[in-house]
């Protein structure tokens, strides 16, 4: 074909805005596209077994690498099938770029084969930009803004592309009326709090005996600053579940990540300060943080829209948060009392130390944390981490001590099943050289990705580090809303809606030419992770856990659970008893720690 396309003006498009690839699914809606990316060679087509999961792919992309992930789809129910994905982009705020085909113009409204509505059908999670092309000459402007606007929003646009549209001779810039004519450029903004709002927050934290920073996934670039201001301030540090990868946990006042999945360290930080400063996170646990009025606030955050969000802030600071925590620090007092950060360090110490008890406490026939906690010390140092939804997402909270600089990433504010292997995927073809690992329940399996092992399995061979260990938390229950029932409703396991079909994992894992590993005794979990980190091939390690390992919350939060966890558990019977001891053992571990 020697004439261009509209469709080879999209792929020219992407490559001038050094998109590497698309993630998606054919169809014949988008198939004038993909025949442009065949001839262009480049970006790369990942295809996926399903187009959430390529949805998926493609904020897992934005997470991993600070782009943009653009994700492809046909019309009607491929572009239905991508909106799980995209509101995960947009509650977790990264950039993604969805492009849908769309039927002829000539039949819209006509009641055709696969057509929808799809500006209608994306006008929530879209909200900052949605378009239809209607017209050659509308594509390079519709598409510069989309990327623009999904960059400097930080979430998911949509670009609509009608079959016929795609199919048009791409048109040659002409400066007319009716023509805009745009360029694939963008760059973020030095943004800065003004000097009267930083000497405010200033005194805001100086006044301050017992600071605790609260750092979401805002604080990405702004590590060592956050550490800087924590050491001046004599402060502890929680994270947001999204801010974990970006606080050393090995600091000795780190607290690990707050809320209901968090540590009793951050706990006792949050319910102890009389001073917050919060660094770019919207955490929604909001019965988590400070009670109101028990802490004075200062709040950084890029987005003026998320200031004073979440808790009751007497100064906002609109700004990167590099760049604000560093006009902030030469204004803050040297703290000579050391008696708060004393108390921050011995609460760390005693949740070290109950994490510890809790992964060798015995449970039939493998606890859960003790996986976790085995794969802690063999975590490679250039490892990349994906964590699924569920009880897998706790285990990761409590358990896991990444080394600086591996990046962790899950479906966290939608927290949306089935994300960890296609967030795996998208990571090692991000970073080939780089050994992926993925933490998952069988429930998250069963809904996704299972079938995405097939891509693994398509694919392994073309990575320059073949290592990409899936371990799968196997304990046939969908045991996160199960202990939820328990605790929020009080209300008994209902085996109807929670019991899971066995499935052989590490069987299948070996049917698809990867590695099977299966452990069913707690002294064999060191041994496999071993074997599973040095393979020479992706590896499906599935252990068999105990379902009755409570999901309790940190204390003092927690001890208000114990009575409807109590409650749902007494109307089980015998079926219930061996939670119910599990529950009793946490409850007295966390007891006897409590100051």
């Not at 594509?139 to 606007?149: F, G, I, S, W």
């Amino acid at each position: 074909m020697s004439e261009r396309l509209v469709a080879d003006l999209v792929v020219d498009r992407l490559r001038q805005w050094q998109v590497p690839r698309v993630y998606g699914y054919s169809g014949d809606g988008i198939n004038a596209v993909l025949g442009a990316l065949r001839r262009a060679g480049e970006p790369a087509f990942v295809q996926a077994r399903h187009e959430e999961a390529a949805a998926f792919m493609a904020v897992a992309h934005a997470k991993y690498t600070g782009g943009v992930g653009v994700v492809l789809s046909t019309q009607g129910p491929g572009a239905v099938h991508l909106l799980t994905g995209l509101y995960d982009a947009k509650l977790d705020g990264v950039p993604v770029v969805a492009i849908m085909g769309q039927q002829e113009r000539s039949v819209l409204g006509a009641e055709y084969q696969q057509e929808i509505d799809l500006l209608s059908l994306v006008k929530d999670v879209a909200a900052q930009f949605a378009q239809t092309v209607t017209t050659a000459e509308q594509l390079p402007l519709v598409l510069d803004r989309a990327m623009r606007t999904a960059l400097a929003t930080r979430s998911p646009c949509v670009v609509v592309l009608p079959h016929d549209v795609q199919q048009q001779p791409a048109p040659e810039p002409e400066q007319s009326h009716g023509v805009v004519v745009t360029a694939p450029v963008w760059r973020p903004a030095r943004v800065l709090p003004e000097a009267d709002d930083l000497r405010a927050a200033a005194d805001v934290l100086n006044a301050g005996r017992r600071v605790a920073l609260l750092v979401g996934q805002g604080a990405r670039a702004a590590q060592e600053e956050v550490v800087a201001v924590a050491e001046r301030l004599g402060a502890g540090v929680a994270t947001s579940l999204l801010g974990k990868p970006y606080v050393d946990e090995a600091l000795p006042f780190a607290t690990g990540v707050m809320g209901h999945l968090g540590t009793s360290a951050s706990g006792h930080l949050l319910g102890g300060c009389d001073t917050l400063l919060m660094v770019g996170t919207n955490d929604p646990w909001t019965e988590y943080y400070p009670a109101p009025g028990q802490a004075r606030a200062v709040q950084i955050d890029i987005d003026g829209r998320h200031l004073g969000n979440r808790y009751p802030v007497e100064v906002p600071l609109p700004g990167d948060a590099a760049g604000t925590l560093r006009a902030l620090l030469p204004l803050l007092t040297e703290r000579a009392d050391h008696a708060w950060r004393d108390d921050v360090e011995s609460a760390v110490r005693s949740w070290h130390d109950l994490s510890a008890e809790r992964a060798r406490t015995p449970a039939r026939p493998v606890n859960a944390e003790l996986v976790v906690a085995e794969l802690s010390p063999r975590l490679p140092a250039d490892a990349q981490v994906a964590v699924d939804v569920g009880s897998s997402t706790y285990w990761y909270a409590r358990q896991l001590r990444l080394p600086r600089g591996v990046p962790a990433h899950l479906s966290s504010t939608l927290a949306s099943m089935g994300c960890s292997v296609p967030y795996g995927l998208a990571a090692k073809l991000a970073s080939p050289d780089r050994p992926v690992v993925v933490l998952s329940g069988d429930g998250a399996m069963q809904m996704l990705g299972n079938a995405e092992l097939v891509t693994v399995a398509h694919r392994w061979r073309q990575w320059a580090d073949p290592r990409f260990v899936v371990c799968v938390l196997h304990n046939r229950d969908l045991a996160e809303v199960t202990w939820e029932q328990r605790e929020m409703e009080g209300d008994p396991r209902f085996d109807d809606s929670q019991s899971l079909p066995d499935f052989p994992y590490a069987g299948y894992g070996d049917l698809l030419g990867l590695t099977g590993i299966r452990v069913e005794d707690p002294a064999e979990l060191g041994r496999a992770w071993d074997r599973a980190l040095s393979a020479d091939r992706p590896v499906v390690l599935e252990v068999l856990v105990d379902p009755d390992v409570p999901l309790l919350p940190p204390f003092p939060a927690g001890r208000s659970k114990l009575d409807s966890f109590r409650a749902g558990l007494a109307q089980e019977g015998a079926a219930g008893q061996g939670a119910q001891r599990l529950l009793e053992t946490y409850a007295e571990q966390e007891r006897r720690r409590q100051p």
